[in-house]
């Protein structure tokens, strides 16, 4: 079992950043496909971002492309994202996932128990 744990929400003005981190325990995430999704007040969650296990891929969802990005520290077992531009419909909370297990839905394992931003316009 892999236990993930968010941290770096909060409040912040539009146009601001934010860092999100999402530390591994139990278990190394080094070999896992990492993301972020998300999930705003009344909508479904969506996905953010994912990166390999290298680090070498990543993806964003097109709402976030070029504002935020993906890392990760396999040394640290913790991924980021930093998040920059940020807009109020951005405003959501953020979950961490681990270990892509079916890539046509977008499925993982692991997901942690989420961290709250909130941008104000």
């Known amino acids: 079992q892999v236990q993930l744990v968010e941290s770096g929400g909060g409040l912040v003005q539009a146009g601001g950043s934010l860092r999100l981190s999402c530390a591994a325990s139990r278990r190394t995430i080094s070999g896992y496909t990492m993301a972020w999704f998300r999930q705003a007040p009344g909508k479904e969650r969506e996905f953010v971002a994912t990166?390999?296990?290298?680090?070498?891929?990543?993806d964003y969802a097109n709402s976030v492309k070029g504002r935020f990005t993906i890392s990760r520290d396999n040394a640290k077992n913790t991924v980021y994202l930093q998040m920059n531009s940020l807009e109020s419909e951005d405003t959501a909370v953020y979950y961490c996932?681990?270990?892509?297990?079916?890539?046509?839905?977008?499925?993982?394992?692991?997901w942690g128990q989420g961290t709250q931003v909130t941008v104000s316009s």
């Open positions: 990166i390999d296990w290298t680090g070498a891929t990543t």
């Open positions: 996932a681990a270990h892509l297990t079916d890539r046509s839905t977008n499925k993982y394992t692991y």
